[in-house]
Nanobody, 116 residues
Framework: QVQLVESGGGLVQSGGSLRLSCEAS????????VAWYRQATGKQRELVAS??????TEYSDSVKGRFTISRDTAAMINLQMNGLKPEDTAVYYC???????????WGQGTQVTVSS
């Protein structure tokens, strides 16, 4: 089992920066892939960025060059968001995947609001 708790959301002006953090607990060394997703009001949840133990990192086209995902320790996953735009406003969710058990986990979400 893995538990995920996000922090760092809030209100920021357009062009500003925020850093989201996700603290994992439980069987953290079994986590193969971590990611950040977001869901804006009335829209489907979408992938923002992901990274895995194989060294693969990917970003959605809408955030490339502005956001950076990092897994600084086995328990801490961060998302540095620079150059924020109003269209980045959404609830951001931390995600973890256990390859050996084919199980995935979600955090409770943290709100990010970017004002114009």
């Amino acid at each position: 089992q893995v538990q995920l708790v996000e922090s760092g959301g809030g209100l920021v002006q357009s062009g500003g920066s925020l850093r989201l953090s996700c603290e994992a607990s439980g069987n953290i060394y079994s986590i193969y892939r971590v990611a950040w997703y977001r869901q804006a009001t009335g829209k489907q949840r979408e992938l923002v960025a992901s990274t895995d133990k194989g060294g693969r990192t990917e970003y959605s086209d809408s955030v490339k060059g502005r956001f950076t995902i990092s897994r600084d320790t086995a328990a801490m996953i961060n998302l540095q968001m620079n150059g924020l735009k109003p269209e980045d406003t959404a609830v951001y969710y931390c995600y973890a995947f256990q390859l050996n058990w084919n199980r995935d986990y979600w955090g409770q979400g943290t709100q990010v609001t970017v004002s114009s």
